[in-house]
């Protein structure tokens, strides 16, 4: 081994190298001599734009990211730690007043203020082009391309918002017509409800590429009623009265079947439509009432009807009219008296034929409550009720007033 570090001179060797690094560290840090240093790609920002440019309905229209290259000198432990990430570059447009294209200066911001130098720029100033912007308020439309098997059906389409406000350079933002959301699905048989992006389209129906818009949303709710339809027939509810039950009526509905559409499973269940209650004390043989069509909520009528007419007809009831001069009046409040103007009604009275032959006045009574009447001096008209004694099945149809003196 000696012999081998003797025949090729490996001290020697070792000793240069040794003296070399010594030498190299000494230069470094004693000597430290000048160098430059090229860092390239370097971004710049531009200070106060979006706040004072929008200010005065201007923006920077060549928003490309703009990049420039420096040559720093100094020494040259100074320029061993720079990169891109500590050199930034910044130029103000802030001073811009109007539109147009301006050549600016930019500023380096160094780690080492006052230790470095830029000798070089390339280039030796930034290009900006400034736009006039405008803001403008468009609407949203839906074309939709939907199937939906028999018995469906596709309503209107709702979107939320109904309209977008978009800012944007003037020349771009004045093509704007409205904003567009295509959609398209097979074979749905239930509602959707999604986000939708949206184009912008001119008013050509072209669809634009704008590069420089933006709008308060990014996407929209769509909601697309998808509806299973079927026929329902009307009901109403009997309020017995006036002698008569339900046995006793038979109903006849103009439309009789209205075509309505909802939700599958909401729809699935409706077999008939409420339109309300009939009080058979108020209504004489043949009347016709007129009931608006409520439908159930999340429904509507295909056909088209808002409203329904329902005709009464009376069986095995037979009608008679009684002049009753019998009138009493009840609950009359403390310090006042009441005197009847009215001496007497006719009263029409609807029972089985048995029942209604053999009624007379002295089984009629008129009554009036006061109980929950308001009352002042003078004469006034008030609600009354029939009161029907030793008679059955028999009952008073129709409403009665009298008129009393307040004292």
């Known amino acids: 081994m000696r012999n081998w570090f003797k025949k090729y001179d490996i001290w020697t060797r070792l000793l240069s190298v040794l003296i070399a690094v010594i030498l190299w560290i000494y230069v470094v840090n004693v000597v430290n001599p000048n160098g430059e240093i090229e860092i390239t790609g370097l971004s710049v920002d531009f200070l106060g734009s979006m706040e004072a440019l929008n200010a005065k309905n201007l923006t920077i ?97 709702v979107i939320s918002p109904a309209n977008l406000t978009v800012t944007g350079l003037v020349e771009e933002v004045s093509q704007i017509s409205y904003a567009l959301v295509k959609y398209t699905k097979n074979n749905a048989m239930a509602s959707i409800s999604e986000q939708a992006r949206y184009s912008y389209v001119d008013s050509d129906g072209n669809v634009l590429d704008l590069k420089n818009v933006s709008a308060d949303y990014d996407a929209v709710d769509l909601f697309i009623p998808v509806l299973k339809s079927r026929e329902a027939r009307f009901t109403v509810t009997t309020l017995p009265g006036g002698g008569a039950t339900e046995k006793n009526v038979k109903y006849a509905f103009t439309p009789e079947i209205i075509t309505v559409a909802g939700e599958g499973g909401a729809i699935d269940a409706l077999n008939t439509i409420n339109l309300g209650s009939v009080d058979l004390s108020r209504v004489s043989n043949n009347s016709e009432i007129e009931f608006p069509i409520v439908l159930p909520e999340g429904m509507r009528s295909l056909s088209g009807e808002t409203d329904a007419t329902v005709k009464v007809t009376f069986e095995g009831l037979d009608t008679k009219t009684v002049v009753c001069e019998t009138i009493e009046i009840i609950n009359i409040p403390r310090g006042f008296s009441i005197e009847p103007v009215t001496q007497s009604l006719n009263v029409t009275l609807r029972g089985e034929e048995g029942s209604i032959q053999s009624a007379i006045p002295a089984n009629v009574k008129i009554v009036v409550d006061l109980s929950n009447t308001a009352l002042s001096k003078g004469q006034h008209t008030v609600d009354a009720a029939v009161k029907i004694e030793g008679l059955m099945s028999v009952g008073s149809v129709g409403t009665y007033k009298v008129v009393i003196m307040v004292k």
């Open 61 to 157: 229209s060549n928003m490309q990211e703009t990049l420039v290259n420096i040559t720093l000198a100094g020494k040259r432990n100074d320029l061993v730690g720079l990169s891109p990430d500590n050199v930034y570059v910044t130029a103000d447009v802030s001073m811009i007043k109007d539109s147009g294209t301006y050549d600016l200066p930019y500023k380096v911001t160094l780690p080492y203020e006052g230790k470095i130098a830029v000798t070089k720029r390339n280039p030796a100033r930034v290009s900006v082009t400034v736009s006039k912007i405008m803001t403008s308020t468009i609407p949203v439309k839906v074309e939709h391309s939907i199937s939906v098997p028999g018995g469906f059906l596709v309503d209107e389409a």
